[in-house]
Each structure stands twice: as structure tokens, then as C-alpha cells.
């Protein structure tokens, strides 16, 4: 006979346990239930101390301590920026590359635009912008936070808007299809299509987003605002252990930076990674796929199954509901809404005068510019256009292949990407004085040194872009090509090079982008107390900022916004078309 329900021993109505088909050793759930709670403990008190730190008084900041035991404290707010900015660079991606994918008229403004201010100098905006967070919040920490968090945002967040958007461009013709018959709203194929064919391209370039924002994030806590450094954090360590030539000291900054990096790959990005791989588009099971403890160990948690089963699903079931009838009202005949009509053109006029006002107070200073300076400005920006595609070419021509081969080999990824994220993630501006000064011994100057420098910071988009993309090829379609026996070159023609072509695509892209903002250090810089500069607009910019000549650094950027978007129009927009017709995943 079956044993009757029991109201008192922890089982539902059906004389189920509550824990469902989970273990039912408590002892062992216990046991692999409590590095979670000491995790989320750990992560809420962290929370809570990230909090009282943001809201105290912003002048109370202790001096920067260089002993080792103050680096977990500096390691946690450098963490805390960098992930924050993160997360509102995520948010943001999704957003804009959803809008710029199913709106063409959008597209027509958004693409270009993303790829203008991806090419804007970010670090020439530091001083400003800490000056107006430190205005906005006088009395708080929080200000020069937000300035810091601000800044590395627009590090982080191009080249995952631009995934986004050649993803869900990229999307197969059939799941489309099928999406409008099964007559999906808009929150299901968000949710059920688009963002996991994103996936796999999102999660990659994430890594590069956090890789490449310790730049700016080093920056910014380096950055000294009155007498006392305002942001203390790992990039303030080195700074000030730089500044009193304590090697001790880099040696601990630089160790536990290169910690942190390879304990978010094991904790983070390597469960995440090992979670995208259901949403490969593929037939057959592959034979090798990425795994992760971590992951193994969330997944047979007994407490988050249970706030799984009790909290999550159901809140996802209510936003399902609701987004459903708001499809079915909105399917619903009902009268024009006059009012709305009004705001949007009022909006729409109100933005076009703003744009009118701001083309012509720059008409009057860019009317200052004399023509010789015309005339550099314009040697500049081909010089440098000229090592923006120099620096391209070679880091395509070694990140394609061994990103390649890197991507088709889980286990292989496993252990270069660690090792690809440390070597992204230090500062190129750090490595670039001892590349420059080996240049000039050897006669290369800074005209070979700022290509270098441009290479080093632009090279990750393209290599982190083609491991997701040859991770991302269905096994079925590697199966065929071993079935027919073909060569290495027919293997690559007909297979890898069209099947990373989108992700290639991006890679260059925000690469190309990276490369111009890079110019702004690559063509000006000083070391040993001597300046050494060479031919180009990020010279120029560099020179113009340092002087204060408000109308040559107008102009020279205004000519690389104009060149990036020529380029964009001309080439990288076919390119992407080509991408989401020719080489689309389709079956």
C-alpha cells in the first residue's frame, strides 16, 4: 500500500518531498549545498560593504596603504567597478543591438553611430567626466565611482552591442519561419530565438569586453583628483608603486590582478561557457564539449533547485502571461493615439533642434582652423588609417588560424583562454614603454612602435570573435568534411572560413575601433621625461588636448568620426550583409 500523505514531514499535498527528484542524502546536500551559501554570504556581504563604502563622505578617503594584506580590499572594488560596468554594458548591448536588427530605418543610425563612438578616444573624456560625477555627488564616494564605472562602460560595451546585432541579423531562415507560424510574441522569441542564437557570440565577447575594460579600469583608478588618489583599487596600487619604484610591490599588484582574472574564468566565464554550449545550432552531439565543476555543482544544488521550482518559474510563467496579453491587446483594433503622435514628433523636433545648434556651433570653431592645420589634419588622419589597416591585417593573419584551432577544441580552449584573458587584460600602455624603448634602440622609432601598440590592444577582438565562432560550427556539418576526406584547403573554404565569417566580421570591426582609440597613446607618448610623437590624427588629438587648442581637437575628431563612418558605409556594411545572406547558417 502507498504510504499516506503526512502533513507534518515536509511533503506536499501528493505525498511528495518537497525536494522533488533531488538526493535524498541531506548529508551530502549539505555538503555540496554549502560552498554555495558561503558564497552568497560572502557575496552579500561583500555587497554590504561595497555600500557603506559608496555612500561615505568622499573626503575621508585613507591614503593608499602598498603592504599585500590591503591588495583582497583593492582586489574587491576593482571587481566590483568592472563588473558593474559590466552589467550595465550587457544591458545596454542587448537593447541597442535588438533595436538596430529589427528596425531599419534604426539600423541606418544606430550601426554607424555604434561604430563611430567606438572609435571616440574614451580616455580623453577621464578628467571631464570625473569633474562632473564629483559636481553631480559632492559630498559622496559614489560620484567619482560613477565617473569610473561611466567610463569603463564605454570600454566595454561596442563590440557586445555589435554581437548582439550580427547574431540576431544571422538568425537561420527556418527558425524565423517557425517563430511566425508558432506565432511567438515578442518577449517568447526574445527569449526562446534570439538571445541563445546570440549566445555563444555574446558570452566570447563579454570575456573581451571585462578583458579589455582593466585598461580604462586602470586608467581610472590611476587617475588623481586634487592631492589624494580618489579611487583605490589595483590600478591606484600599481600607479603609486610605479611612481615610487617599489618592484616588490608591482610584483603583488601584478600577481594578484592576473589572481582575479583566472579566478573569474574558473568561477564565472567557465560555467557560462559550458551553460552556452546548448545553444550550438546542431544535429549531431558532440563528441567533446566544454564542462565545468562549477557548473556541475549548481546544477545538482538542492537550494537553488528549490528556488528554482518555487520563485523563478513561476516569475517567469507571470512574465510569459503578461507579455502575452499585451500582445493580444495590442493585436486588438483601437483608435490612433493622437497624444502619442504629438510627443513623439514634438521629441523628434526637439532632437533635430539640439543637433542643428550643436552642427553649428562647431561650423563656427572648426571655422578657426587655419589651412595649414587643415592640411595636417588630413596627412594625420591617412597616416593613420594606414596603420589602423596595417594592424589589422597582422592580427588577422595569426588570430584566424589559432583561434581556429583553439575553438574547435574544447579542451584546448580550457587552457588558452585564461591565458588569452591575462595576456588581454594587461594594459597595452604598460608593455608599450619597454616595446618602444627596444624600437628606438634597434632604429624602429615610434612609427613601427605605435602599430605595435595598436596591434597589442586590438588583437583579442579579433582571436576571442573567431574561437566563438569555430566553437559554435554544428559537429555534423565537421563530421561531412571527415566523411568526404577533404583536404585542409577545401576544408577551410568551404567550411571554417564561411562559418566564422559573421563573428570574423565583428571581431574586425570593433577592432578597427579599437585600433583608432588606441592611436590616441600609439602616436604621442612620453617616457623618461622625453616626447616622442609621429605622423597621425591620434598625434594630433594627443598634442591638441595637451595644449588646449579646442578647434584642431574638434576638427581631427570630426575627421576620424567622418572616416570611421565612410568606412563603415562603404565596407563594413556589405560586409555584414554579405554575412546575413551568403554565409547565414541555414538548413
Known sequence: MADRPDQGNGKGNAGMPLWGHLPASSAAALLRDLPIIVAALALFYGLLALTHYWTQPVNTQPPLHLTPGALPLYALFSLARILTAYLISLVFAIVYGQIAAHNATAERILIPLLDTLQSIPVLSFLPPVMAAMVALFPTRQFG???GSILLIFTGQVWNMAFSVYSSTKNIPHELVEAARVFRLNWWQRFTQLEMPCAAIGLVWNSMMSVAGGWFFLMACEAFVLGNSVRLPGLGSYLQTAADNADMRSIVWGLSTMIAVIVLMDQLLWRPIIAWAEKFKFEQVEAAQTPRSPILTLLRRSRVLAVIRHTAVEPARERVDLYFAKRQAAASAPHPPGAARRWMGRSAAAAALLVILYAVARMGIMLSALSPPEVREIFL????TFLRVLLAL??????????????GLRPRLAALAQPMAQVAASVPATAVFPIVL????RVGGGLGVGSIVLMLLGTQWYIL?????????????LKEVCSIFHMSRFERWRRLLLPAIFPYLITGFVTASGGAWNASIVAEYSTIQHKTYST???GAIISRATASGNVAVLLGATVVMAALVVTVNRLFWRRMYGLASTRFKLET
Do not use: K, Q, R
Open 144 to 146: 567619482v565611482e560613477l
Open 380 to 383: 594625420g588622419a591617412g597616416a
Open 393 to 406: 591585417t597582422l592580427a588577422g593573419l595569426w588570430t584566424i588560424p589559432v583561434g581556429v584551432y583553439i
Open 437 to 440: 624603448l627596444a624600437l628606438i
Open 464 to 476: 576571442f570573435n573567431v574561437i566563438a565562432g569555430a566553437s559554435a560550427i554544428p559537429t555534423d
Open 535 to 537: 605622423t597621425g590624427l
